[in-house]
Protein backbone atom coordinates (compact mmCIF):
# COMPACT_ATOMS: atom_id res chain seq x y z
CA UNK A 1 0.00 0.00 0.00
CA UNK A 2 1.65 3.32 -0.79
CA UNK A 3 1.97 6.42 1.53
CA UNK A 4 -1.16 8.22 -0.14
CA UNK A 5 -3.56 5.36 0.37
CA UNK A 6 -2.79 4.75 3.36
CA UNK A 7 -5.51 5.47 5.75
CA UNK A 8 -4.76 7.36 8.95
CA UNK A 9 -6.90 6.93 12.52
CA UNK A 10 -9.81 8.73 12.91
CA UNK A 11 -10.64 10.41 16.25
CA UNK A 12 -14.28 11.05 17.08
CA UNK A 13 -16.49 11.84 20.30
CA UNK A 14 -19.82 10.27 21.17
CA UNK A 15 -22.22 11.80 23.56
CA UNK A 16 -23.96 9.18 25.00
CA UNK A 17 -27.72 9.34 24.80
CA UNK A 18 -28.24 8.02 28.47
CA UNK A 19 -26.79 8.73 31.77
CA UNK A 20 -24.63 6.22 33.18
CA UNK A 21 -25.54 5.04 36.99
CA UNK A 22 -22.35 4.37 38.36
CA UNK A 23 -21.70 1.81 40.81
CA UNK A 24 -21.22 4.47 43.57
CA UNK A 25 -25.03 5.43 43.11
CA UNK A 26 -23.81 8.71 41.26
CA UNK A 27 -24.93 9.48 38.24
CA UNK A 28 -23.25 11.13 35.06
CA UNK A 29 -25.22 13.27 32.23
CA UNK A 30 -24.80 13.97 29.13
CA UNK A 31 -21.22 11.88 28.84
CA UNK A 32 -18.85 12.27 26.49
CA UNK A 33 -16.94 9.33 25.09
CA UNK A 34 -13.52 10.37 23.11
CA UNK A 35 -12.27 7.01 20.85
CA UNK A 36 -10.69 6.73 17.83
CA UNK A 37 -11.18 4.53 15.15
CA UNK A 38 -8.53 2.83 12.11
CA UNK A 39 -9.01 0.41 9.50
CA UNK A 40 -11.90 -0.45 7.83
CA UNK A 41 -15.01 -2.71 9.37
CA UNK A 42 -15.36 -5.69 6.77
CA UNK A 43 -18.86 -7.14 5.80
CA UNK A 44 -19.00 -9.60 8.50
CA UNK A 45 -18.00 -7.08 11.37
CA UNK A 46 -15.20 -10.09 11.75
CA UNK A 47 -11.97 -7.75 11.66
CA UNK A 48 -12.98 -5.94 15.22
CA UNK A 49 -9.70 -5.19 17.25
CA UNK A 50 -10.56 -3.41 20.70
CA UNK A 51 -7.56 -2.38 22.34
CA UNK A 52 -7.69 -0.79 25.74
CA UNK A 53 -5.00 1.83 27.02
CA UNK A 54 -3.43 2.35 30.36
CA UNK A 55 -3.36 4.75 32.99
CA UNK A 56 -2.52 8.26 31.38
CA UNK A 57 -2.24 7.45 27.75
CA UNK A 58 -5.31 8.16 25.16
CA UNK A 59 -7.52 6.38 23.05
CA UNK A 60 -5.13 6.68 20.50
CA UNK A 61 -2.98 3.32 20.28
CA UNK A 62 -0.88 4.58 17.06
CA UNK A 63 0.95 7.24 19.44
CA UNK A 64 1.67 5.19 22.66
CA UNK A 65 2.25 1.81 21.33
CA UNK A 66 3.51 1.99 17.91
CA UNK A 67 5.66 -0.73 17.78
CA UNK A 68 2.00 -2.87 18.19
CA UNK A 69 -0.48 -0.91 16.14
CA UNK A 70 -0.26 0.18 12.57
CA UNK A 71 0.79 -0.22 9.50
CA UNK A 72 3.04 -3.39 9.36
CA UNK A 73 2.63 -3.79 12.78
CA UNK A 74 0.92 -7.58 14.23
CA UNK A 75 -2.12 -5.08 14.69
CA UNK A 76 -2.72 -3.27 11.34
CA UNK A 77 -5.30 -1.14 9.81
CA UNK A 78 -5.36 -3.00 6.67
CA UNK A 79 -6.54 -5.99 7.99
CA UNK A 80 -8.33 -5.30 11.38
CA UNK A 81 -11.05 -2.43 12.62
CA UNK A 82 -9.52 -0.73 15.59
CA UNK A 83 -11.12 0.77 17.85
CA UNK A 84 -9.34 2.15 21.49
CA UNK A 85 -11.70 4.66 23.44
CA UNK A 86 -10.51 6.84 26.08
CA UNK A 87 -11.59 5.56 29.24
CA UNK A 88 -14.06 7.34 31.72
CA UNK A 89 -12.79 9.87 34.31
CA UNK A 90 -9.48 10.67 31.67
CA UNK A 91 -8.52 14.35 30.86
CA UNK A 92 -8.21 13.36 26.74
CA UNK A 93 -11.81 13.69 25.58
CA UNK A 94 -13.99 11.10 27.35
CA UNK A 95 -15.75 12.93 30.55
CA UNK A 96 -13.63 12.96 33.38
CA UNK A 97 -13.17 14.96 36.37
CA UNK A 98 -12.35 18.98 36.79
CA UNK A 99 -11.93 18.94 40.69
CA UNK A 100 -11.25 16.35 43.38
CA UNK A 101 -15.04 16.35 44.06
CA UNK A 102 -15.43 14.02 40.66
CA UNK A 103 -17.79 10.75 41.93
CA UNK A 104 -16.08 7.59 42.51
CA UNK A 105 -15.92 5.87 38.91
CA UNK A 106 -14.66 1.86 39.10
CA UNK A 107 -13.31 -0.44 36.04
CA UNK A 108 -16.81 -1.41 36.19
CA UNK A 109 -18.38 1.79 35.37
CA UNK A 110 -15.23 2.16 32.28
CA UNK A 111 -16.97 -0.91 31.04
CA UNK A 112 -20.71 0.62 30.60
CA UNK A 113 -19.00 3.64 28.80
CA UNK A 114 -17.53 0.77 26.24
CA UNK A 115 -20.31 -0.81 26.04
CA UNK A 116 -22.20 2.67 24.95
CA UNK A 117 -19.60 2.56 22.22
CA UNK A 118 -19.99 -0.83 20.96
CA UNK A 119 -23.84 -0.65 20.86
CA UNK A 120 -23.11 2.68 18.33
CA UNK A 121 -20.75 0.83 16.59
CA UNK A 122 -23.66 -2.40 15.90
CA UNK A 123 -20.43 -4.52 17.28
CA UNK A 124 -22.07 -7.93 17.73
CA UNK A 125 -18.31 -9.98 18.12
CA UNK A 126 -15.14 -8.67 18.99
CA UNK A 127 -12.36 -10.60 17.06
CA UNK A 128 -9.53 -9.28 20.02
CA UNK A 129 -9.34 -7.49 22.66
CA UNK A 130 -5.78 -6.72 24.35
CA UNK A 131 -5.02 -4.74 26.66
CA UNK A 132 -2.11 -4.01 29.71
CA UNK A 133 -2.44 -3.04 33.34
CA UNK A 134 -5.68 -1.00 33.88
CA UNK A 135 -6.22 -1.82 30.04
CA UNK A 136 -5.89 -4.98 30.65
CA UNK A 137 -8.17 -4.87 34.26
CA UNK A 138 -10.93 -3.36 31.77
CA UNK A 139 -10.41 -6.09 29.31
CA UNK A 140 -10.87 -8.85 31.98
CA UNK A 141 -14.17 -7.17 33.68
CA UNK A 142 -16.12 -6.99 29.95
CA UNK A 143 -14.87 -10.48 29.42
CA UNK A 144 -15.89 -11.18 32.56
CA UNK A 145 -19.86 -9.33 32.31
CA UNK A 146 -20.06 -10.77 28.10
CA UNK A 147 -18.38 -14.15 28.22
CA UNK A 148 -19.33 -14.45 24.19
CA UNK A 149 -18.11 -11.55 23.18
CA UNK A 150 -14.49 -11.50 22.56
CA UNK A 151 -13.30 -14.42 20.54
CA UNK A 152 -9.95 -14.02 21.48
CA UNK A 153 -8.74 -11.75 24.82
CA UNK A 154 -4.96 -11.00 25.76
CA UNK A 155 -4.18 -9.28 28.95
CA UNK A 156 -1.13 -8.12 29.71
CA UNK A 157 0.66 -7.07 33.55
CA UNK A 158 -3.00 -7.30 34.97
CA UNK A 159 -4.70 -8.74 37.75
CA UNK A 160 -8.33 -10.20 39.10
CA UNK A 161 -7.86 -7.57 41.47
CA UNK A 162 -5.58 -4.36 42.64
CA UNK A 163 -3.39 -5.63 45.59
CA UNK A 164 -2.78 -4.01 48.85
CA UNK A 165 0.67 -3.41 47.23
CA UNK A 166 -0.60 -1.84 44.45
CA UNK A 167 -3.13 0.35 46.30
CA UNK A 168 -0.46 1.76 48.88
CA UNK A 169 1.61 2.94 46.34
CA UNK A 170 -1.66 4.93 43.92
CA UNK A 171 -2.49 5.82 48.07
CA UNK A 172 1.38 7.29 48.25
CA UNK A 173 0.51 8.82 44.69
CA UNK A 174 -2.82 10.37 45.80
CA UNK A 175 -1.18 11.77 49.75
CA UNK A 176 1.51 13.68 47.36
CA UNK A 177 -1.65 15.58 45.43
CA UNK A 178 -3.20 16.44 47.83
CA UNK A 179 -0.54 17.97 49.98
CA UNK A 180 1.52 19.68 47.64
CA UNK A 181 0.74 22.48 44.79
CA UNK A 182 -1.17 20.13 42.34
CA UNK A 183 1.61 20.94 39.68
CA UNK A 184 4.23 19.32 42.33
CA UNK A 185 2.48 17.09 43.21
CA UNK A 186 1.41 15.62 40.29
CA UNK A 187 5.42 15.91 39.52
CA UNK A 188 5.83 13.52 42.74
CA UNK A 189 3.20 10.94 42.34
CA UNK A 190 4.98 10.18 38.97
CA UNK A 191 8.23 10.18 40.74
CA UNK A 192 6.37 7.41 43.10
CA UNK A 193 4.57 6.00 40.24
CA UNK A 194 7.78 5.21 38.39
CA UNK A 195 9.36 3.20 41.11
CA UNK A 196 6.25 0.80 40.48
CA UNK A 197 6.43 1.07 36.65
CA UNK A 198 10.18 -0.29 36.98
CA UNK A 199 12.57 -2.55 38.68
CA UNK A 200 16.19 -2.27 40.55
CA UNK A 201 17.61 -3.57 37.18
CA UNK A 202 16.16 -0.78 35.30
CA UNK A 203 17.62 2.33 36.97
CA UNK A 204 21.38 0.47 37.92
CA UNK A 205 21.07 -0.35 33.85
CA UNK A 206 20.11 2.95 32.87
CA UNK A 207 20.91 5.49 35.31
CA UNK A 208 23.73 4.13 37.36
CA UNK A 209 26.38 7.15 37.25
CA UNK A 210 29.91 5.76 36.94
CA UNK A 211 31.92 8.72 38.91
CA UNK A 212 31.64 9.26 42.17
CA UNK A 213 29.31 12.47 42.42
CA UNK A 214 27.76 13.81 45.52
CA UNK A 215 25.08 15.10 44.01
CA UNK A 216 23.14 15.97 40.89
CA UNK A 217 22.23 11.70 40.20
CA UNK A 218 21.50 10.42 37.01
CA UNK A 219 18.64 8.87 38.63
CA UNK A 220 17.32 12.24 40.45
CA UNK A 221 17.69 14.05 37.11
CA UNK A 222 15.10 11.08 35.70
CA UNK A 223 12.46 11.30 38.27
CA UNK A 224 12.39 14.64 37.72
CA UNK A 225 12.38 14.70 34.19
CA UNK A 226 9.48 12.08 33.94
CA UNK A 227 7.32 14.11 36.73
CA UNK A 228 7.65 17.45 34.56
CA UNK A 229 7.06 15.37 31.48
CA UNK A 230 3.27 13.61 32.83
CA UNK A 231 2.68 17.25 34.50
CA UNK A 232 2.48 18.84 31.10
CA UNK A 233 0.43 16.44 29.74
CA UNK A 234 -2.22 15.21 32.48
CA UNK A 235 -4.40 16.62 35.09
CA UNK A 236 -4.62 16.59 38.90
CA UNK A 237 -8.13 15.38 38.98
CA UNK A 238 -7.99 12.67 36.22
CA UNK A 239 -4.88 11.17 37.99
CA UNK A 240 -6.60 11.47 41.49
CA UNK A 241 -10.00 9.76 39.87
CA UNK A 242 -7.88 7.06 37.70
CA UNK A 243 -5.71 5.76 40.62
CA UNK A 244 -8.86 5.26 42.80
CA UNK A 245 -11.07 3.64 39.81
CA UNK A 246 -7.88 1.03 39.48
CA UNK A 247 -7.91 0.54 43.41
CA UNK A 248 -11.12 -0.66 42.84
CA UNK A 249 -10.93 -3.58 40.83
CA UNK A 250 -12.34 -6.88 41.47
CA UNK A 251 -13.55 -8.78 39.32
CA UNK A 252 -15.21 -11.24 41.96
CA UNK A 253 -17.11 -8.41 43.06
CA UNK A 254 -20.78 -9.14 41.20
CA UNK A 255 -19.62 -13.22 40.88
CA UNK A 256 -19.30 -14.39 44.44
CA UNK A 257 -15.39 -14.45 43.83
CA UNK A 258 -12.39 -13.93 41.73
CA UNK A 259 -12.09 -17.66 40.79
CA UNK A 260 -15.92 -17.78 39.75
CA UNK A 261 -15.67 -14.39 37.27
CA UNK A 262 -12.71 -15.64 35.35
CA UNK A 263 -14.33 -19.11 34.94
CA UNK A 264 -17.10 -17.28 33.43
CA UNK A 265 -15.16 -16.13 30.06
CA UNK A 266 -14.89 -18.50 27.38
CA UNK A 267 -12.54 -16.23 24.85
CA UNK A 268 -9.33 -18.02 23.94
CA UNK A 269 -6.51 -16.03 26.07
CA UNK A 270 -3.50 -15.65 26.44
CA UNK A 271 -2.38 -14.37 29.38
CA UNK A 272 1.14 -11.93 29.35
CA UNK A 273 3.33 -11.18 32.11
CA UNK A 274 6.83 -9.52 32.61
CA UNK A 275 9.35 -10.87 34.94
CA UNK A 276 10.58 -7.87 36.28
CA UNK A 277 7.29 -6.50 37.03
CA UNK A 278 6.72 -5.29 40.54
CA UNK A 279 3.35 -3.47 40.08
CA UNK A 280 1.86 -6.82 38.87
CA UNK A 281 3.92 -9.53 39.52
CA UNK A 282 3.68 -12.58 37.72
CA UNK A 283 2.20 -14.95 39.97
CA UNK A 284 -0.77 -12.53 39.37
CA UNK A 285 -0.89 -13.58 35.91
CA UNK A 286 -0.58 -17.38 36.78
CA UNK A 287 -3.67 -16.96 38.99
CA UNK A 288 -5.48 -15.32 35.76
CA UNK A 289 -3.93 -18.15 33.56
CA UNK A 290 -4.97 -20.93 35.67
CA UNK A 291 -8.63 -19.81 36.34
CA UNK A 292 -9.59 -18.53 32.81
CA UNK A 293 -10.59 -21.98 30.79
CA UNK A 294 -9.11 -22.25 27.89
CA UNK A 295 -6.09 -20.31 28.48
CA UNK A 296 -2.50 -19.93 28.40
CA UNK A 297 0.63 -18.01 29.92
CA UNK A 298 3.22 -16.24 29.08
CA UNK A 299 6.16 -14.17 31.07
CA UNK A 300 8.35 -12.16 29.35
CA UNK A 301 11.88 -11.56 30.77
CA UNK A 302 12.82 -8.19 30.90
CA UNK A 303 14.61 -5.92 33.18
CA UNK A 304 11.92 -3.25 32.60
CA UNK A 305 9.52 -3.90 35.22
CA UNK A 306 5.73 -3.07 34.43
CA UNK A 307 6.53 -1.10 31.65
CA UNK A 308 8.00 -4.30 29.84
CA UNK A 309 4.53 -4.84 28.50
CA UNK A 310 5.08 -1.34 26.63
CA UNK A 311 8.55 -1.93 26.02
CA UNK A 312 8.76 -5.01 25.14
CA UNK A 313 6.49 -4.98 21.87
CA UNK A 314 8.56 -7.17 19.61
CA UNK A 315 8.68 -10.19 21.92
CA UNK A 316 4.71 -9.25 22.68
CA UNK A 317 4.50 -8.80 18.86
CA UNK A 318 5.56 -12.45 17.91
CA UNK A 319 3.36 -14.36 20.64
CA UNK A 320 0.10 -12.32 19.47
CA UNK A 321 0.92 -13.87 15.69
CA UNK A 322 1.47 -17.52 17.15
CA UNK A 323 -1.56 -17.50 19.63
CA UNK A 324 -3.47 -15.44 16.40
CA UNK A 325 -2.48 -18.08 13.80
Known amino acids: MSKTTKIEPKSIILKAKDPIVLECGDTLQNVRIAYTTWGTLNETKSNVVWVFHALTANGNPQEWWPEMVGYDQVIN ?47 DKIYLGIGGSM ?94 KLRKRFSVPSYYCLSKAMDSHHLGRHFGSAEAALKRITSRSLVIGISSDMLFPPHEQKFLAANIPNSSLEIINSHYGHDGFLTEAETISQLLKEFLK
Open 135 to 228: GGQQLLEWAVQEPELFENIVPLATNAFHSPWGIAFNEAQRMALENIDSAKGLEAARAIAMLSYRHYDTYNSTQKDVDQRWDNFSASSYQKYQGE
Open 77 to 123: PEEHFIICANMLGSCYGTTGPTNMNFPLVTINDMVKAHKILKNHLEL
